[in-house]
T-cell receptor, first 115, second 118 residues
Framework: NAGVTQTPKFQVLKTGQSMTLQCAQD?????MSWYRQDPGMGLRLIHY???????DQGEVPNGYNVSRSTTEDFPLRLLSAAPSQTSVYFC??????????????FGPGTRLTVT | AQTVTQSQPEMSVQEAETVTLSCTYD???????LFWYKQPPSRQMILVIR??????QNATENRFSVNFQKAAKSFSLKISDSQLGDAAMYFC???????????????FGKGTHLIIQP
């Protein structure tokens, strides 16, 4: 199993450009999520999905869109990039929460710089 | 909303010694889970250890153990026989134990940078 994969690993955007960060998992996990990590901060939740066709906002959703058309994929879209979105982005997946301490598996991250 | 606080931005320890990283959290829930994640320079997030709030026994994974004090809302990580490969950022994280709350993902602390002196 490849686990959780993310592409690209690095990306530089100009202010106002749009792009999609890709995330895929091959563990048949229902739950997928996106976090951002800024210097001196822990990871913060952007959006999450509990299954195909179901998404919801996390702590810091502004400026990002998500969709979940398949169990495997959960892309994150930046609509109009801003310098404040310079960060490292992590995708994670786990079994859907039904009462157990299911581990979240993280992808390798995407370092995004917006100039 | 839950909060997680790691009060030590950086810790340093001699190789083979023991070090304890602190974590406190604030929640009104009684059912939850706590985690320690390691993030080496490679950036990969690696689960170190987890603790269920309903279990009184402290979790242990080889050289890693926790001191879980539920009443004090404290969840410290002890690393015994520190090794050079333990050098990393360590994050404490909280997840709700309730079906809807668990979907809100993990709440992280700001991390502790652990330095291992050879």
């Amino acid at each position: 199993n490849a686990g959780v994969t993310q592409t690209p690993k690095f990306q530089v955007l100009k202010t106002g450009q749009s792009m999609t960060l890709q995330c895929a998992q091959d563990m048949n996990h229902e739950y997928m999520s996106w976090y951002r990590q800024d210097p001196g901060m822990g990871l913060r939740l952007i959006h999450y999905s509990v299954g195909a066709g179901i998404t919801d906002q996390g702590e810091v959703p502004n400026g990002y869109n998500v969709s979940r058309s398949t169990t495997e994929d959960f892309p994150l879209r930046l609509l109009s990039a801003a310098p404040s979105q310079t960060s490292v982005y992590f995708c994670a997946s786990s079994k859907f929460w039904t009462g157990g301490p299911y581990e979240q598996y993280f992808g390798p991250g995407t370092r995004l710089t917006v100039t | 909303a839950q909060t997680v606080t790691q009060s030590q931005p950086e810790m340093s320890v001699q190789e083979a010694e023991t070090v304890t990283l602190s974590c406190t959290y604030d929640t009104s829930e009684s059912d939850y889970y706590l985690f320690w994640y390691k993030q080496p320079p490679s950036r990969q997030m690696i689960l170190v250890i987890r603790q269920e709030a309903y279990k009184q026994q402290n979790a242990t994974e080889n050289r890693f153990s926790v001191n879980f004090q539920k009443a004090a809302k404290s969840f410290s990580l002890k690393i015994s026989d520190s090794q050079l490969g333990d050098a990393a950022m360590y994050f404490c994280a909280y997840r709700s134990g309730y079906s809807g709350g668990g979907a809100d993902g993990l709440t992280f602390g700001k991390g502790t940078h652990l330095i291992i002196q050879p």
